[in-house]
């Protein structure tokens, strides 16, 4: 009800606003009547006020303006010219108009007075004379119409039919109307005697005035936005003097200065949240713009939607709503256009012909959420494939080698438009691009989800307001930074020792081991220009690690100090240092310094061009999410053997002199932090050349089973952050887990583990494996690389492993073999992991199988949803030696529990 | 009227009140270096003595950082670095603390930061001449007029180029 309120509060002050216009218009357009413009505006004014009260049910003021609008829409039309009676009449309409106003505000309900009834009447009546006289302007028009219609009429029946249920409304409504009169006479009679004493109406003539002067009170103004931003910066100005006065009565300690103190900063606190509170708005100001136009772009692609808004009261920052405004509309226009189906086909795929599009806000972790979803068509993965290959975007290998997600989100890049045809609606190449700038200039994100035949869901998340956001200080090069919470996932310090063992440098870029994940670092000294001298000074104070999520990608932030984190008022930079990219804005500390606001974005993307220059690393960043992204280490051998391996099996790299390596029972090793470690030439295991003779050579060390071994190799390449996608076919042999092309080259992707096994078929034995008797995993992975990785160290391990390449293939399997444990992905095409595990849990006649979930990333959110869906354990693909060990726990448990 | 010529910062305020508005111009004038440079009153909003400036990484080369002027965060812009006087046509000891000339639009001024401030002079329009071709050092894109004092040369800077950002139309956006 609240909202209704506040919607019938809007629309009481621009009514008032606007009416007060009309009485200067109409006297305009009786010095000028042919004036259009002015009609039109005239007409528009007066149609606004009949929808709004019709959405109210105010049925006397929608009867009143009703027909005053078919009189202008004749004037409109140029069927009738503006004389005095008709001015006369619209003016009387506009003051019968004011005085329900007046009513309204002071009641809430509109006034019952036969008076108003009397006034429809005569103006209906009006209204009909002038209609008549219209018609006979109109009536040679209307033929000619009427006989085109009929020309037409096999072909075009729809329209006719529309025109006709046209028509029927309005009878309808005429209908309608008429029989409220009646009613609300009837009920008016018995009243009018006891109400008319206390609501006399100022005269009695119903032509000639309305029943009470048209006195507005005024409850609501409109104010410059710019005023109220002002008021926004003294209000923070004001609280910075505060927390100095604040200062020093604690100093002085005089306990009348203290209260008096206190007083203020309640007031001055209580004083910026009201005004915090002006720049607040609903979203429903936005959303409530949209019923219409839903409605006209359903109709112009004939198409039925019905539009459902959930959250309208949901508030945000004012700046915000009208920037989100643009971004949200073209989605609608997407959804519409590409998204519901024709009617037609709508029933053929088995759904409601009526589409639904659903339009939500609310309110989630100090951010706001907007979602846009439709029952539609989905979108294609496939079909946006082919069109990025049409445009040019990307070569055919490209095209193929992108996972569905990575697809999905070639829509938001410049130039892509998947509408077959392009109508006037949406589907001119610009677009959903722009719609992702927008949004991340807010400082928000969005992510789209799509099922094939099943719909759409568009995600965008905002923060709820610019003015003031909680944000976390930190110190570089002697300033301190403000990073907004939003982007902040984790902060890390690790002491000098922990430096050493996990913080990894590859080329020029370092990475980070966060539990078992690969996390590219990067040091804010550096993006800030600053010289780079402190390798020494991380050996004595370890390393400060802010872990930043920048739009799906995380990544470390190497800073020298962290401190408090603190609501700061955002203040947007000059334009001689807006193009700044690392920086977001400004804000004032506690002690009226300034400090800069990062743009975590902004640091990404200047982090990977600073990183151009020095060829050969490459980070791929901004694949948001994307399950089967992963770092790769690429390594060379001779002059022509490309290899990779995922970064995440690597426990260091190092170099070593030829000298050093010596021969050990036939086996090559090398001392290495105190112990022997066998090293391994990839030749003796694959058909490759030899590595040539050289004075150093690169390590690629494991550490596995508690034990180190390594690989040796000429150089070590690059890093590289990308989605596997590997052909099996051409290469597939012992050791090798197939290929790709990477930066132009065929990339060998090694199998780490079964090239250790070659070299040493002990190697992975562990003792407490050995006993258990050969059970059977059933490996449920989509993609290639992982299942032969994961099948590769389960098959070493002594496991049988069933493999599957898609959640339903794998129910087949369990449905018709012997599974002892269950090892699942999650992101897979046709049944996902969850979705397989609970119907394993739930149907099949195996419920107490162990279930694994493996993953390549590990997040809380998916952590929690596998434990709901009924999952085991939850591991990281490349932690073989995790996932070994949950296997053996689990097997363990289940034998027990079957012995017991 | 030749008094006013005379670049002594206390007569100069004497003078002020004398002179009629008519045919003269005041300017705000502040010296760098060797140099001594005015502005046009229109364009100076408040003059403040010392403000803590925050340096800002990878800002243009001209800009120190932004200060704080309650509330307001302004860009700070070295006069000298601005117009390109070498580092031999002023010596500035690090340490000191150069002062700001608050100038520009209400909208969002900046600080032109000087290292020491005048006084506000009148000047009779007739003295006020176009600036000559070249002045050692310094970008006549900058200088909008010259008045040639009995000891020195003032130069009337021209604020409008003074704010505006250059890098705007490639980079913002």
Not at chain 1, 65 to 70: I, Y
Not at chain 1, 128 to 152: L, M, N, P
Not at chain 1, 272 to 297: A, C, H, S, W, Y
Not at chain 2, 41 to 57: G, H, M, Q, S
Request: contains cysteine; hydrophobic residues 35%; glycine residues 6%.
């Amino acid at each position: 009800m609240g909202m209704e309120d506040d919607i019938l509060k809007d629309f009481l002050a621009e009514s008032k606003e606007n009416l007060e216009l009309l009485d200067q218009q109409f006297v305009e357009l009786e010095e000028d009547p042919e004036n259009e413009e002015l009609i039109k505006s005239i007409f528009r004014t007066i149609h606004t006020i009949k929808g709004t009260s019709g959405f109210f049910g105010f049925t006397t003021l929608e009867g009143i303006a009703h027909f005053a609008e078919d009189i202008l829409s004749k004037l409109r039309d140029g069927l009738v010219k503006v004389n005095e009676d008709i001015t006369t009449v619209l003016l009387q309409s506009v003051d019968y108009i004011k005085a329900i106003l007046a009513e309204l505000e002071a009641t809430g309900k509109e006034p019952v007075d036969t008076e108003y009834l009397d006034f429809i009447v005569d103006l209906r009546n009006f209204a009909e004379k002038i209609a008549k006289e219209a018609g006979v302007k109109d009536e040679q028009k209307e033929k000619g119409e009427t006989e085109k219609e009929e020309a037409s009429e096999q072909k075009e029946a729809k329209e006719i039919d529309k025109k006709e249920e046209e028509n029927g409304e309005d009878k309808k409504e005429e209908e309608r109307l008429k029989k409220e009169q009646d009613e609300t006479k009837q009920t008016e009679s018995k009243d009018s005697i006891k109400k008319k004493d206390d609501k006399k109406p100022s005269s009695k003539p119903v032509r000639k005035a309305p029943p009470t002067t048209a006195h507005l009170t005024e409850s609501h103004v409109r104010i410059d936005v710019h005023l109220l931003d002002q008021l926004m910066t003294l209000a923070g100005e004001l609280v910075l003097s505060r927390n100095r006065l604040t200062q020093l009565a604690n100093q002085l300690n005089d306990p009348e200065f203290l209260t008096a103190n206190q007083r203020m900063s309640l007031v001055v606190t209580e004083l910026q949240e009201r005004i915090m509170k002006t720049r607040m708005q609903p979203i429903g100001n936005v959303f409530n713009k949209f019923p219409r136009i839903v409605r006209d772009l359903a109709k112009a692609a004939e198409k039925k939607v019905q539009l459902r808004i959930e959250g309208a009261e949901t508030e945000l920052d004012r700046s915000i709503i009208e920037s989100i405004k643009d971004p949200l509309t073209h989605m609608v226009r997407n959804s519409i256009d590409h998204g519901i189906e024709s009617p037609d086909i709508r029933v053929q795929k088995q759904k409601p012909p009526v589409g639904t599009l659903v339009m939500k806000a609310y309110h989630e972790g100090g951010q706001v959420i907007i979602e846009i979803v439709d029952d539609g068509a989905g979108i294609d993965p496939n079909k946006i494939r082919q069109k990025a290959v049409e445009k040019g975007l990307l070569t055919e290998e490209q095209a193929e080698a992108l996972s569905e997600r990575e697809a999905l989100m070639l829509i938001f890049q410049p130039g892509f438009s998947t509408a077959e045809k392009v109508t006037n609606i949406s589907g001119r190449g610009v677009g959903m691009d722009v719609v992702k700038t927008n949004i991340e200039k807010l400082g928000g994100t969005i992510e789209l989800n799509s099922e094939k035949d099943v719909g759409t869901t568009i995600k965008i998340k905002i923060p709820l307001t610019l003015a003031i956001i909680p944000a976390l200080i930190i110190t570089s090069g002697g300033q301190r930074y403000a990073i907004p919470q939003v982007n902040l996932v984790e902060l890390v310090h690790l002491n000098p020792k922990l430096v050493e063992r996990d913080v990894q440098k590859i080329g020029n870029s370092e990475f980070y081991r966060l539990r078992g994940e690969i996390l590219p670092l990067v040091r804010l000294r550096k993006v800030l220009g600053f010289q780079e001298d402190e390798e020494e000074k991380n050996s004595s104070e370890g390393m400060n690690i802010v872990v930043l999520n920048a739009g799906g990608h995380l990544f470390g932030l190497v800073v020298d100090s962290i401190s408090d984190s603190e609501e700061i008022v955002v203040k947007p930079l000059g334009s001689h240092l807006k193009h700044i990219p690392i920086f977001a804005g400004t804000t004032l500390m506690g002690d009226g310094k300034v400090a800069l606001i990062l743009d975590v974005v902004g640091i990404t993307s200047s982090a990977t061009a600073g990183e151009e220059g020095m060829k050969e690393t490459t980070i791929v960043t901004g694949k948001d999410g994307e399950e089967d992204h992963q770092f790769l280490l690429l390594c060379t051998i001779g002059p022509n053997e490309y290899f990779a391996l995922p970064l995440a099996l690597v426990n260091r790299l190092d170099k070593i002199k030829a000298s050093d390596i010596e021969y050990v029972g036939g086996k090559e090793v090398v001392q290495y932090r105190g112990h022997s470690m066998p090293i391994i030439r990839l030749e003796n295991y694959l058909p490759i050349s030899p590595l040539p003779e050289q004075d150093e050579y690169h390590l690629i060390v494991f550490h596995m089973n508690e034990k180190d071994i390594a690989f040796m190799v000429s150089e070590i390449d690059d890093s590289l952050d990308l989605a596997i996608d590997v052909e099996e076919g051409t290469f597939k042999q012992e050791g090798i887990l197939g290929s790709a092309i990477i930066k132009e080259r065929t990339t060998l992707f090694l199998d780490v583990y079964q090239i250790i096994s070659m070299h040493d078929p002990d190697f992975f034995i562990q003792d407490d494996v050995t006993g258990i008797e050969t059970a059977r995993i059933l490996l449920a992975e989509d993609s290639t690389f992982y299942r032969n990785l994961l099948s590769s160290y389960l098959t070493g391990a002594g496991y049988e492993v069933l493999e599957a390449e898609d959640g339903a293939k794998a129910w087949e399997l369990f449905q018709t073999e012997h599974i002892d444990l269950v090892i699942t992905d999650i992101e897979m095409p046709k049944m996902n992991g969850f979705d397989l595990t609970r119907k394993i849990r739930n149907e099949s006649n195996n419920k107490d199988v162990p279930i694994i979930a493996v993953t390549s990333l590990s997040g809380e959110e998916n952590r929690q949803k596998g434990l709901e869906a009924g999952v085991d354990d939850y591991q990281a693909k490349l932690d073989r030696d995790q996932v070994l060990s949950s296997v053996a726990t689990l097997l363990k448990e289940k034998s027990l529990a079957n012995a017991a | 009227m030749v008094q006013e010529n005379n670049n002594l910062p206390v007569e100069g305020e004497k003078n002020l009140v004398e002179m009629s508005i008519s045919d003269t111009s005041q300017f705000v004038t502040f010296h760098y270096g060797k140099h001594f440079f005015g502005l046009p009153i229109d364009d100076v909003i408040e003059i403040n003595k010392a403000l803590d400036i925050t340096p800002v990484p990878m800002a243009p080369e001209y800009v120190s950082g932004v200060v704080n002027l309650r509330g307001q965060i302004l860009t700070a812009i070295d006069l000298a670095k601005r117009i390109g006087l070498s580092a031999k046509d002023f010596k500035v000891s690090e340490k000191k603390e150069l002062h700001n000339v608050i100038m520009g639009n209400r909208e969002e001024p900046v600080s032109l930061l000087v290292e020491e401030i005048g006084d506000v002079m009148s000047i009779p329009k007739d003295k006020i001449s176009p600036p000559p071709d070249m002045i050692e050092g310094i970008n006549l894109k900058y200088v909008d007029q010259v008045c040639k004092l009995e000891s020195r040369l003032l130069i009337i800077l021209d604020s409008k180029s003074l704010e505006q950002a250059e890098n705007n139309k490639n980079q913002g956006n």
